[in-house]
């Protein structure tokens, strides 16, 4: 299993801080409207177990900025639903809640209102059937009426206006909605069609360089992306974890990425149990392995992660480090998710504080000028993950963008300040937004009283990854490359 960790056997610490309590009224995420839990009365329909928990999900997410990803899986569990059922459920809700900007025109369309205008449990189930009708090989009939089904055992009175929405809906596919209701104007019409905001639209148009590849890109978004998996080098080769699994595969570009074939729940797996493995994008498993592979000058025994939270990228770091003799100082200002780092590097050199990577000089765990390689995973807006978060593309806005790229500069300059003469820094966000990749970089070296120089990273990824730009910066895609869009700055200090 490798070297223990100094924080488990060496006296390194996991520090504790206190995490804020949930404001007075505020419901905890994931919470259930426990309306569809209740026993059939007065005659109400009892709800398909597969539709109720989609429906359960898409609600949670709305209404208690919920994460389909962790609700969902515990629904499914509640209601008994397995196999085939969980995939439909599963298909219904990531798909409702991808395409909700697109199904709240429609819908508006049909329902000759604004769907603010319509109550939030009506307006969720509408959302679901009209998913269905448009998405999915299900009959008209029987998505109608389980949707009207629904409807009723939530607003009983609702149930005729679900069912003349619904019809209205079904009178048209998919393509003959999208030409009656698009808009002129490119962008709007890509947003309609692709199901994403304007704003993102432009901001992936932007990175492209054309609207044409950004179109590529939102198509992406929209599917199903697959499970990777990282061998933890040291601990399992990639073709050994590959081949105890069936159907897997290994990946096109990382030495260490496994493709996991269909469902299943990868925490089953005994190489993710017993932490040989992890569950992590090929793009992450990449750029972390290009601050691993950077050339530098000098040691190279101290490594630091200055935003580890979860974990993903300090557990291959943590394994790699620990093939080398070196350590790896993991850093995480939210507690509970310190706490997860530090779980997620058991048994690896991993030493795990709960700081703030920007107290680089102040904490006496981040002394300046020693770190060989150090990592920013920066906290971003993350469009470069939203195949894999479905609400997000509707959460995240424009004027969340100031605040993150002030703190993605602060980190910078942090690490600038953390990592020794001749050692490298590796930036990375999962964003494409040209804010948060090429401007975050370009003003936090132009800010620094530190010289560092711009590195070209394209040597250190496999030769075989196809467009990788002119460099030094390179930006993954999920259209071009099958990862998350990942984007990853190499800058190496200077003597100075």
Sequence with gaps: MGARSPGRVRGARLLTRPIPRRGPGQRPAGGRDDRLNRPPRGGRPAIDPAREAAYEAVAAVHRDDAYANLVLPGLLR????????????????YGSLRQTGTLDAIIAAAADRAVERIDPPVRDALRIGAYQLLHMRVGAHAAVATTVDLVRSLVPGAAGFANAVLRRVAESDRAAWLERLAPADPVARAALVHAHPAWVVNAFADALGSLDEAELALDADNLPPPVHLCARPGLIGRDDLAASLRGATAGRYSPFAVVLAGGGDPAAIPAIRDGRAHVQDEGSQLVAEVLAQAAITGP??????????????????????????????????THHRAALVAKATDGLPVYTINADGRDVGKDPDLPEGVFDRVLVDAPCTGLGALRRRPEARWRRQPSDLPPLTKLQRELLQAAFRAVRPGGVVAYVTCSPHQAETEVSVTEAARRSSIEVDLVDARPYLPPSLPETGTGPTVQLWPHRHGTDAMFIALLRRGPG
């Design 78 to 93: 509640e209601t008994g639903v397995t196999g085939r059922d969980a995939a439909f459920a599963t298909e219904l809700t």
């Design 300 to 333: 190279d025994e101290r490594w630091l992660d200055l935003c580890a939270g979860p974990g993903g990228k300090a557990g291959l770091l943590g394994a790699l480090a620990a093939q080398r003799g070196a350590h790896l100082t993991a850093v995480e200002v």
